[in-house]
């Protein structure tokens, strides 16, 4: 209740000054924040160039000891960091995205620090195998295979048909990349313990050599990386800074 009068008070929709913050205006959030977002442009390594804009819209609220720092729906914007086709099959195309800020409907603006933890096809855009193409030499390069199985969006697979009975939304089937955990949600989202790619084919998420950080390069066993309109992505939130 106090949060909420203060809030009032000041007339602000950011809560900047209900939750704790550095000596430099970064605001602390836990570690291992996560966000869910989907992208809103189509990007792909042939045609991509490092400093071109990419945008994509949050999916969820992103909260600070439960105090909203960001809304749904919020505009995030970043930039290509690095962009290489494969020129042959014994390489991987490459593409490097960091999101760095938000714009947020009153004009605010939120400065981020993401990379990637997971990637997840658009909603409605698999086939029956759970699998949306990415372009390759003729062919698939070789995904190397699910190691934990082919999944619904949740952890584990569901029927249909029984969840249409018992009322239940259905969930999509999704195929994850190899060594991918987690998934999605019943409502699409993915969970903020997801890591990997789920639902594209001959894509994966570049190593990060620092524990438990995620990766701004996504890597294709194809000619190019492809991402459609609509990618859901997973980021890690490693600080947060309100103007």
């Known amino acids: 209740m ?13 809560p900047c000054v209900a939750v704790a913050e550095d000596a430099t205006g970064n605001v602390k959030l836990e570690f291992g924040t996560t966000l869910n977002a989907v992208l809103i442009d189509t990007l792909d390594s042939r045609k ?8 994509a819209r949050t999916s969820e609220d992103l909260k600070a000891d439960g105090v909203l720092i960001m809304p749904r729906g919020a505009k995030l914007l970043g930039q290509v960091t690095e962009a290489r086709t494969a020129a042959n099959k014994t390489e991987q195309a490459r593409l490097g995205i960091v999101f760095d800020r938000a714009e947020l409907k009153n ?7 993401t990379t990637f933890y997971a990637l997840a096809a658009p909603q409605g855009a698999t086939n029956s195998r759970g699998v949306i193409a990415t372009g390759g030499f003729g062919g698939s390069l070789g995904s190397g295979g699910a190691t934990v199985g082919d999944i619904m ?21 999704l195929k994850p990349s190899a060594g991918a955990v987690g998934g999605l949600d019943v409502s699409g989202t993915l ?20 524990p438990g950080s995620g ?29």
Request: without cysteine; aromatic residues 4%.
């Open 48 to 55: 991509s160039k490092p400093g071109d804009t990419v945008r």
């Open 153 to 173: 969006s949740a952890s584990t697979a569901a029927d249909e048909t029984s969840a249409l009975d018992s009322g239940r939304p259905a969930q999509e089937y």
């Open 107 to 113: 004009g605010r603006q939120v400065l981020l620090h």
């Open 215 to 243: 990766s701004s390069v996504i890597l294709a066993d194809a000619r190019s990386v492809h991402l459609s309109v609509g990618t859901r992505l997973l980021l890690s939130i490693d600080s947060v800074a309100q103007h």
């Open 191 to 210: 969970y903020g313990s997801s890591r990997g790619v789920f639902g594209l084919s001959n894509l994966s998420l570049e190593p990060n050599t620092l």
């Open 2 to 14: 106090r949060i909420l009068w203060v809030l009032a008070a000041a007339g602000l929709m950011l």
